[in-house]
């Protein structure tokens, strides 16, 4: 019995179905190679001889990028997801919030070529490569980001500099970021009284107020108390002889 498909490879098939450019058809031929890049999927498929197939998706541009980052950062929880290596199925609503669907909507969005005869399109190396690329996304999700323009490491990347660099929440609060006074952050300046630093001040407390607090002392000397006999010591420290 065949496992079901995990949610992120059953979305791309639902996606690429409902717009006509992956048929319910077996592919044909060998997938000998796959590459991914930004908005496009080069393979090679040898069915008695090599046949070249490319798929061809929009890439979003880097305002486009800058602005998805930007509303994945707001959320706090696809963030930790993210940064720990899974993709959540949240993450494509964001991408509809700011009007970039993730997955085509139309057939016009997507180019499909294979370098043999065949009249139909898809042809079946087309829906060969499909059955890999379906098998691509299953073991890494961030396969669909990658053909709209960011692979995982980019992405990742851009999502720790935004929280590095992250604005105050406060637009009220002019505190600098993290990373404008990280060569200060643990210099806490000279130390008070010292090379000309006032002096911080307090509530004057008796020179032997600490004897009056620790419990009486379990041995005596010559029969007298301890704590007496070290009143003295702490009178000369203090400076009262």
Known sequence: MTEPLPWWPTRFIRASTAIGVLLPAPGQGRVVSLAVGAGRVDAEVQDGRPHQ???GLTAFGKTDWA???HALAAKASLTVQLLGGELPRDVEQIFKAV????????????????????????????????????????????TVLALRGRDREALLEELKNRLISAEPLDPDDRSPALTGVMDSYFDCGPAPGLGGAAPLHGPRTAFDALLDQVPPFAITADGDDVAELLRPVYRALAGQD
């Open 53 to 55: 197939v490319r798929i």
């Open 67 to 69: 602005a998805i980052t």
């Open 99 to 142: 009007r970039l669907p993730l997955f085509p909507s139309s057939a016009r969005e997507v180019s499909l070529d294979c370098t043999c005869p065949a009249a139909e399109v898809p042809c079946g190396h087309l829906n060969a490569v499909f059955t890999e690329l379906v098998a691509r996304v299953a073991d890494d999700p961030f």
